[in-house]
T-cell receptor, first 112, second 113 residues
Framework: GGIITQTPKFLIGQEGQKLTLKCQQN?????MYWYRQDSGKGLRLIYYSITENDLQKGDLSEGYDASREKKSSFSLTVTSAQKNEMAVFLC???????????FGAGTRLSVL | QQKVQQSPESLIVPEGAMTSLNCTFSDSASQYFAWYRQHSGKAPKALMSIFSNGEKEEGRFTIHLNKASLHFSLHIRDSQPSDSALYLCAVSYASSGSWQLIFGSGTQLTVMP
């Protein structure tokens, strides 16, 4: 079996700060995703990548950048943190976009 | 643009009941349909998926898909307190030559002992 590791688990930032979230997978999956989940709600797609160095925007990409420099890693940058923003950012990977997604435990973001 | 909507928003059922969760989608070209379950404070985990019209059963869980009516559902037989969780449906959507997975807003299920 494989695992998806997200770092950090908790991230506290200041308004306007640039913040980077990291995700590593050892499934050897081609496709990786970043989703945002607000408290008790569904998942909104921020960015996804179907292979190394590929980037595709989701509905929520504004205010975020992403990077897929290696097959095993996918990072997300919040370009300017918004005051009072609180959400969980979930990274996932799959063999392809129409297969089971495996999720990491998430990064919980709070902005002061 | 794919729209995925779930109903109801929340549901409380007694232990042993049959639970039915619904999901509608807007793009008839979608090819992959899945249900995920997320226990409180945990990551979502895949439950079941289906590609073609019809029904698929795995243990106490059954998924129905009707592409013509843009609807699929999850049925849980003999619901257990451990089934209490947020249930998320997901539908594939073709965009710019690749497929992405769009999730609904979730149904919060509580099974009372």
């Amino acid at each position: 079996g494989g695992i998806i590791t997200q770092t950090p688990k908790f991230l506290i930032g200041q308004e306007g700060q640039k913040l980077t979230l990291k995700c590593q997978q050892n499934f050897n999956h081609d496709t990786m995703y970043w989703y945002r989940q607000d408290s008790g709600k569904g998942l909104r797609l921020i960015y996804y990548s179907i292979t190394e160095n590929d980037l595709q925007k989701g509905d929520l990409s504004e205010g975020y950048d992403a990077s897929r420099e290696k097959k095993s890693s996918f990072s997300l940058t919040v370009t300017s943190a918004q005051k009072n923003e609180m959400a969980v950012f979930l990274c996932a990977s799959s063999i392809s976009s129409q297969n089971t997604l495996y999720f990491g435990a998430g990064t919980r973001l709070s902005v002061l | 643009q794919q729209k995925v909507q779930q109903s109801p928003e929340s549901l409380i059922v007694p232990e042993g009941a049959m639970t039915s969760l619904n999901c509608t989608f807007s793009d008839s070209a979608s090819q992959y349909f899945a249900w995920y379950r997320q226990h409180s404070g945990k990551a979502p985990k895949a439950l079941m998926s289906i590609f073609s019209n019809g029904e698929k059963e795995e243990g106490r869980f059954t998924i129905h898909l009707n592409k013509a009516s843009l609807h699929f559902s999850l049925h849980i037989r003999d619901s257990q307190p451990s089934d209490s969780a947020l249930y998320l449906c997901a539908v594939s959507y073709a965009s710019s030559g690749s497929w992405q997975l769009i999730f609904g807003s979730g149904t919060q299920l509580t099974v009372m002992p």
